[in-house]
């Protein structure tokens, strides 16, 4: 689906269109600057005229004043000109930052709802590196290029008008050498810009590499591993640098072929030009014109292969962001809301892959009533975890329906379901913030008092009143502040905060010691009271307690019942208490 990465040129205008939207609240910025470069197009347009009439009418006949005065209309011209350059110059990049800066915000907002699956299969550097240089090329695309694409091609006209209007000999000639700069313009871009591609590909490697690297530092010191992952990044970084050296090598070419073309232009106007004044078929003035307009024609010429560079990255940028914006979220199917659940769990005849080829779960049926405790057993790598993910809705099974109260989960809205329940992980997400954002991360009305009454029921009040912990203070990045058993705590403070109809813990009480796990389990008594909870854990003593314990062993259900029940049954479940010596404890 959409991990696919799209060809750098595989963009096309229709594309651009997301701009819109950002572009249209800028709209009378937007036509300013036309304005303004229309303006200073004119004036640069008109400019050599003025030396035609400079050296023709005053030079030649010898007029000071006139020459003189002439200079000053100029003089004003130009300074007008410069003006309107600023101007525009500024209107454009406010204009370019500001659609840019919401285009951005919409995107991250897009990518928050984006179904877990996309994340699956791009690495989160790549992805970052991606997004980041996709949007630069539009902000420089918005901020210039268009713009600056139409008024160049106006100025090439009145050029060109021009100029055949001054001597058509002259302009045939300067147009004899246009194969040159043909080539560079589209042979030599091409080839840059393939080589930048290389670059920017590379890049988001190395970066995905950094971003692994520094994620995983523990255990890759732990595991004096640094070697391994260095020379993995030399040998990234080593690409990085030939694929630079690539594009550098090739740009090398370009300028110098612009200027070769420049400089045979000027050396044959003279050797024409020059005869042509001298049998009087031209005159000087027109010559000097004709010098300044053939200077000035390689100007816009320069900046629309710029322009087309540009728009080629931004085409490849708004398709790979158009893709992550219509990839299909909830939030535009337009389902209708989840009434208020009472939380009885149906899965009827589930199945499942992450995969369509690789099938995870095999028929997959259960229920389970309000208020139950079901518990998941099994093997790692049995499927348990996937059941919690299809029951959040992380992904759709390929047969079969998950039913709450009755209702299809896949046809109601995801928001308002998700809202009820509470997942709890093994490594409970805590972000950089103060201690009560991340605790009523769910729920974010709940008072000052409800996070300390959540957090006395947890058992965490006292050790923090003892550290002197307060909601304000700080956590740094994941909790790195808090102990494990701290975090995995915090995490059922929040489930508490946030109420919900269904719980689930994924191995959430493997942090923590035998000890505080008396706590826990009074605490987990009272998260779990009232609600339909699904509770995983390799600690079978945890689970004894549930009124439903499944056991799952290679994605299918080999039996369920309570503790008691599956005892008797002296199966899978028995073996599992038997090597844990739960047996004996019951
Ligand atoms: P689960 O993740 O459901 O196993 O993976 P589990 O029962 O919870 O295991 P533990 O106890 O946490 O270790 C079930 C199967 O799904 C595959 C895994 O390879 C495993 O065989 N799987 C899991 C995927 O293919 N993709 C995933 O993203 C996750
Ligand atoms: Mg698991």
């Given amino acids: ?30 036509w300013s600057a036309v304005a303004l470069m229309i303006v200073s197009s004119l004036v640069s347009i008109a400019l050599p005229m003025f030396m035609r009439e400079a050296v023709d009418t005053h030079i030649m006949a010898h007029d000071l004043r006139g020459l003189v005065s002439l200079i000053a209309i100029a003089f004003a011209l130009i300074i007008v000109m410069t003006v309107a350059n600023i101007l525009r110059g500024r209107l454009m990049a406010k204009m370019g930052q500001d659609s840019i800066r919401a285009l951005r915000d919409d995107l991250f907002a897009y990518m928050q709802k984006l179904p877990v699956q996309f994340f699956d299969k791009i690495p989160v550097g790549k992805l970052i590196t991606r997004l980041t240089s996709d949007v630069d090329a539009l902000r420089d695309l918005v901020g210039n290029a268009i713009v600056a694409m139409v008024i160049d091609s106006l100025r090439l006209v009145g050029f060109l008008v021009l100029m055949f ?176 659940i009472i939380g009885r769990v149906e899965f009827q005849n589930v199945t499942f892959g992450y995969d369509p080829g690789e099938i995870v779960l095999h028929d997959i049926s259960f229920t389970a009533e309000p208020g139950q405790t079901v518990a998941l057993v099994g093997h790692t790598g049995a499927g348990k975890t996937s059941i919690i993910n299809l029951l959040c809705r992380f992904y759709d099974p390929i047969e079969g329906r998950i039913a709450v109260d009755g209702l299809n989960i896949q046809e109601h809205d995801l928001e308002s379901y998700r809202r009820q329940i509470g997942l709890v992980l093994q490594e409970p997400f805590l972000f950089s913030g103060t201690l009560r954002d991340n605790i009523r991360f769910g729920a974010p009305q709940a008072t000052d008092e409800q996070i300390w009454d959540a957090l006395k029921t947890v058992g965490l009040a006292e050790t923090f009143i003892k550290n002197r912990i307060t909601l304000d203070t700080i956590l740094t990045e994941r909790g790195a502040n808090f102990s494990t058993g701290q975090r995995q705590l915090l995490s059922f403070a929040r489930a508490l905060i946030s109420d919900p109809r269904i719980l689930i813990l994924d191995e959430a009480t493997a942090h923590v010691d035998t000890l505080t796990e008396q706590k826990v389990q009074q ?63 019951s």
């Fill in 523 to 585: 605490a987990l008594a009272k998260l779990l009271a009232g609600r339909t909870s699904f509770v995983i854990a390799h600690r079978l003593s945890t689970i004894r307690n549930a009124d439903l314990i499944i056991v799952i062993s290679d994605g299918r259900i080999l039996e369920s019942g309570t503790h008691e029940q599956l005892l008797t049954l002296k199966g899978e479940y028995w073996q599992l208490c038997n090597s844990q010596n739960i047996v004996q404890i």
């Fill in 165 to 340: 209007w001054l001597d058509w000999r002259l302009t045939v000639i300067t147009l004899l050498i246009s194969p040159i700069l043909v080539y560079a313009m589209t042979f030599l871009t091409s080839r840059i810009r393939k080589a930048e591609d290389q670059v920017r590909e590379q890049a988001s490697l190395v970066n995905a590499n950094l971003q692994e690297s520094i994620s995983g530092i523990k255990v890759i010191q732990g595991f004096q591993a640094e070697e391994h992952f260095h020379e993995q990044f030399q040998v990234e970084n080593h690409s990085l640098l030939q694929a630079g050296m690539k594009a550098i090598a090739t740009y090398a070419f370009f300028w110098p072929t612009i200027d070769l073309a420049w400089i045979l232009s000027i050396a044959a106007i003279f050797l024409f030009g020059g005869q042509w004044v001298l049998d009087g078929t031209t005159t000087p003035g027109i010559l000097v014109a004709f010098i300044a307009y053939t200077d000035q024609f390689f100007g816009p010429l320069r900046s629309l292969s710029q322009a087309y560079r540009i728009i080629q990255r931004a085409l490849a940028g708004a398709v790979r962001i158009k893709r992550i914006m219509t990839t299909e979220t909830e939030v535009n199917k337009n389902l209708k809301p989840m009434p208020k």
């Fill in 1 to 30: 689906m959409t991990n696919q990465e799209p060809n750098q040129r595989e963009g096309k205008l229709r594309d651009l269109l997301i701009l819109v939207p950002y572009v249209k609240p800028h709209q009378a910025k937007l």
